[in-house]
C-alpha cells in the first residue's frame, strides 16, 4: 500500500472511530521519520490561551477591528506577499473611496513629531514593542509581529473605557459589548477620584503626606464594596426584547467613527466637513504668505472682541459655535457655515476687493460693520425662502433697504468664494473617474460582501449632499443679491 492510501485509510478509521483531527493539520508523507508526519495547514495556528483567566473574554474579542489605517497595511502586506484576495480587493476600493474626505483628512494628519498615526505605530512597535517582547523570552512560543500588535491596538482604542486615576484606560468585559447610538439607553458609571497609587477609594496610606512610595504595593489599599465597581446605569426606559445602546462620544462624526471604530451611522448630526488655513488659501488662490499672513494677524483681533462673538452668535445664518485655530474651519450637517470660516471668506473677499479695513477692522467700528454684515445675510435668508423674490426686484429693495456698496460687494464675494471652495472640495471627492451622479445607482448595485467600499461611498455620498446644501443655500443669498443690484 501506498503512503497516500495509507494515510486516506487511517483518516477514515479515525472518522469511524470517532478522533476528531483539527482542520488545521494534515497528514502527509515525511521521509525523515520514514512514516507519517503532522502538518500545518495554510495559516499560522496560535498558542492557545486557554490557561489565561482572561481566556473566555479575550476569545470573545473580534479577530479585526476594520479601520481604514489598517485597510492600507493589510494591502501593503498581502501585496507584498502576492496573495490579495476579495477582502484585500474591498479594502484598496474603499481606500480609493476615501480620497478627499474628512477620513482622508484624519489618517494624513501628522503628529507633533511629523508623522501619521500608522507611521508612528510602526516607530512604536520597531522601537519599544518588540524589543521588550523578544526580551521576554521562552514565555512567548511565536515570535511577536508587527500586525498582532495593531490588531491588539485596534481592540484597545475601540473598546476601551477611561475608568479612574488608578486603571486609567482599561478594557472593562460586557461593558464594551454595548453598541453605539447618539439616543443610548445607558452610560458607564465610575468613581475617577480614587488613589492613583493603589486604586482605594476610601482613605489609604498613600493620603498622608510623609507616605514612602514603595510601603505600599499597588491595589493595597482599602476597598469599599459599595464603590468599589463599575456600573452601566439606564438613563432612559428600555424597550422589550430590543437592542441596549451604549454612546461612543455624543459628538462623534461619521468620520471619527469609521477610523475609531469601524462604522458608520446612516445619519449623523454630528458631521463636519473641515479645512485648515492653508486648504482655504491653496482652494482660493490667496498667497499664504503675503494675504494669507495678513488674515491670520487680523482673526484673533477681529475675534479678541467679545462684543464681535455676541453679535456673530445672533446669527440666523451661521452655525455659531467658535473654536479657535484649524478646528475653527467647517462646515456643519446642515450646510451651515462656521463662524471661523465665514470670517475667514469675509476678509479674503474684503483683501481682495482691494479694501480689507474698508469692511473689517478692529474695535467699535468692526462690531458695527460685522453687525450690518450679519443683518444683511439674516435677511438674504429670509428673503431666498419667499417665492416672491424670485421675480420682483422691488419686492427684494422693500426688504432689504439702502446697502452700502462695500457690504453689497464684500457679501457677494463672500458667497463666490464659499460656492468655489465647495466646488473645489466636490472635485477632489471620492474614486476618481466616478461621476457624483452614478453614486447611488453603483451603491445599488455594490455586492453585500463589499462592505468597507459601501461604507466609504456611503461616507462620500454623505459630504457630497452637505457641500449640496451649503451651496444651494448661498447660490440663493446671491440671487437675492443680484435682484436687488437690478
Request: overall charge negative; proline content about 3%; glycine content about 6%.
Amino acid at each position: 500500500m501506498d503512503v497516500q492510501n495509507s494515510i486516506e485509510t487511517l483518516l477514515k478509521w479515525s472518522s469511524d472511530q470517532g478522533i476528531a483531527i483539527d482542520s488545521r493539520l494534515s497528514l502527509r508523507a515525511n521521509e525523515n521519520a520514514n512514516g507519517l508526519g503532522v502538518f500545518s495547514r495554510k495559516h499560522e495556528i496560535p498558542q492557545e490561551t486557554i490557561a489565561s483567566k482572561w481566556h473566555g473574554y479575550l476569545q470573545s474579542l473580534p479577530q479585526n477591528v476594520e479601520v481604514p489605517f489598517l485597510w492600507k497595511f493589510k494591502i501593503q502586506k498581502e501585496k507584498a506577499n502576492e496573495n490579495r484576495d476579495a477582502e484585500d480587493e474591498d479594502r484598496a476600493e474603499a481606500l480609493e473611496w476615501l480620497n478627499g474626505t474628512e477620513v482622508d483628512a484624519i489618517l494624513r494628519k501628522a503628529s507633533e513629531n511629523g508623522q501619521t498615526l500608522d507611521e508612528d505605530l510602526v516607530a512604536y512597535y520597531n522601537e519599544t514593542v518588540e524589543p521588550l517582547l523578544l526580551a521576554q523570552g521562552s514565555r512567548y512560543v511565536s515570535k511577536p509581529c508587527l500586525e498582532g500588535f495593531l490588531r491588539c491596538y485596534t481592540l484597545v482604542s475601540s473598546r476601551a473605557f477611561l475608568m479612574d486615576a488608578y486603571h486609567g484606560l482599561s478594557m472593562v468585559p460586557i461593558s464594551d459589548a454595548f453598541n453605539h447610538v447618539q439616543d443610548n439607553h445607558v452610560h458607564i458609571e465610575s468613581d475617577f477620584g480614587v488613589c492613583p497609587e493603589c486604586g482605594s477609594f476610601s482613605e489609604c496610606p498613600h493620603d498622608r503626606q510623609d507616605c514612602q512610595a514603595e510601603t505600599s504595593e499597588p491595589g493595597s489599599g482599602t476597598s469599599d464594596p459599595v464603590n468599589d465597581c463599575y456600573e452601566m446605569v439606564a438613563n432612559t426606559q428600555i424597550p422589550a426584547f430590543s437592542e441596549v445602546y451604549n454612546t461612543y462620544g455624543e459628538h462623534l462624526t461619521n468620520a471619527q467613527l469609521l477610523t475609531r471604530y469601524g462604522f458608520i451611522l446612516d445619519a449623523n448630526d454630528n458631521d463636519k466637513l473641515s479645512w485648515t488655513y492653508l486648504n482655504v488659501f491653496k482652494a482660493l488662490g490667496v498667497n499664504p504668505n503675503t494675504t494669507g499672513e495678513s488674515i491670520l494677524r487680523q482673526i484673533p483681533l477681529v475675534l479678541g472682541d467679545h462684543r464681535i462673538l455676541d453679535s456673530l452668535a445672533d446669527s440666523q445664518v451661521l452655525a455659531t459655535e467658535y473654536i479657535k485655530g484649524d478646528d475653527s474651519l467647517w462646515v456643519d450637517s446642515d450646510g451651515g457655515v462656521s463662524i471661523g470660516l465665514w470670517l475667514t471668506l469675509t476678509l479674503i473677499a474684503a483683501h481682495q476687493a482691494g479694501r480689507p479695513s474698508a469692511v473689517l477692522d478692529t474695535g467699535f467700528e468692526a462690531n458695527e460693520r460685522l453687525k450690518t454684515m450679519l443683518e444683511l445675510l439674516n435677511v438674504l435668508a429670509l428673503v431666498s425662502g419667499s417665492e416672491s423674490a424670485n421675480m420682483n426686484p422691488m419686492f427684494v429693495q422693500m426688504f432689504l433697504g439702502p446697502i452700502d456698496t462695500d457690504y453689497l460687494h464684500c457679501v457677494n464675494g463672500q458667497c463666490e468664494l464659499l460656492i468655489r471652495l465647495c466646488d473645489q472640495r466636490k472635485a477632489n471627492l471620492g474614486k476618481a473617474g466616478v461621476e457624483a451622479e452614478t453614486l447611488g445607482d453603483l451603491l445599488d448595485v455594490l455586492e453585500d460582501s463589499r462592505k468597507r467600499t459601501r461604507q466609504a461611498a456611503l461616507l462620500v455620498l454623505g459630504e457630497r449632499s452637505i457641500l449640496d446644501s451649503c451651496q444651494a443655500s448661498w447660490k440663493d443669498f446671491q440671487r437675492v443679491l443680484w435682484a436687488y443690484v437690478k
